[in-house]
């Protein structure tokens, strides 16, 4: 028994079927349209990340220390370190018994120490919320800033890998 052909046509065995030009175009129409439901569902994800410049951006004060992290929306950032309030060298004054209190005019004052200027730098951000932290005095650290926990956050040092807790101020 024959087989039946498909709708009357007949192909003879060993041709090839020919491609025409609405073939084409439905293929590239296809393919530039998963291409474009892709790039809508990546910007769509996009937005729905959290974005971690605007969570670092702010001032942050340490846990340990007076220092103080301001970090800026220009990816730039400044370290300070306040001067001591006393100066080593001035001892506290002592009052003895049956001894008036010294008038405060009369106590040594020793002189204030100049406020260091602040230690400026770059940081970068990258997937996942990391931030990588250089200063200008070549000192290079890292953190995470977690979507959970966006008021503080641990600066790694990279040479050492001691840990520094920031807190954000308020």
């Known amino acids: 028994m024959a087989r039946p052909t498909p709708s009357g046509k007949r192909t003879p065995p060993g041709t090839r079927a ?17 291409i474009g439901f892709n790039r809508m569902s990546i910007a769509r994800l996009q937005r729905s990340l959290p974005n971690a410049n605007s969570q670092i951006v702010g001032e942050w004060k340490s846990t340990r220390g007076p220092d103080h992290l301001v970090f800026r929306a220009d990816k730039t950032l400044s370290l300070i370190v306040p001067a001591q309030a006393q ?30 200027a602040p230690v400026t730098g770059k940081y970068q951000l990258s997937e996942g919320g990391k931030v990588y932290v250089e200063l200008s005095n070549g000192k290079k650290y890292t953190t995470m800033i977690a979507p959970q926990n966006r008021n503080r956050f641990d600066l790694i040092d990279s040479e050492t890998d001691g840990v520094t807790t920031y807190e954000r101020v308020p």
Request: hydrophobic share 50%.
């Open 18 to 34: 020919r491609i025409g030009t609405l073939d084409i175009i439905i293929v590239i129409l296809g393919i530039v349209g998963i």
């Open 87 to 116: 100066a080593d060298g001035a001892a506290p004054s002592v009052q003895t018994p049956g001894q008036p209190p010294a008038a405060p005019e009369a106590a040594p004052l020793a002189p204030a120490a100049p406020a260091p």
